[in-house]
């Protein structure tokens, strides 16, 4: 069974920093395409970044130059280390694994975690 489990979510004021980590089991993610998406209460889910088997990323615009999404694949593990937190980014945080290609949409992903919040007060 493919488990994905978010930690590292917490409270935080804006400006501050968090690292998230997605730890993978039961699936070798060194193929697999990854990715952090986030949902704020009332709103969709949406695309915060991507990386690669390769390890071409993406983001979103609104996190470029703040978020960086890493991978370990030997610790079968994806990271997400979020800067310059913004009150904007209060979210519950997802990772979610694919072999597709299409790493911008949520629906292209196969296996998710449960989720981790990240609150960010002004």
């Known amino acids: 069974q493919v488990q994905l489990v978010e930690s590292g979510g917490g409270l935080v004021q804006a400006g501050g920093s968090l690292r998230l980590s997605c730890a993978v089991s039961?699936?070798?993610?060194?193929?697999?395409?990854m990715g952090w998406f986030r949902q704020a209460t009332g709103k969709e889910r949406e695309f915060v970044a991507a990386i690669r088997w390769n390890g071409d990323t993406n983001y979103r615009d609104s996190v470029k130059g703040r978020f960086t999404i890493s991978r370990d694949n030997a610790q079968n593990t994806l990271y997400l280390q979020m800067n310059s937190l913004r009150p904007e980014d209060t979210a519950v945080y997802y990772c979610?694994?694919?072999?597709?290609?299409?790493?911008?949409?949520?629906?292209?992903?196969?296996?998710w975690g449960q989720g981790t919040q990240v609150t960010v007060s002004s």
């Open positions: 979610a694994a694919t072999a597709n290609d299409l790493v911008n949409y949520a629906w292209s992903y196969a296996y």
């Open positions: 039961g699936r070798t993610i060194r193929r697999d395409n």
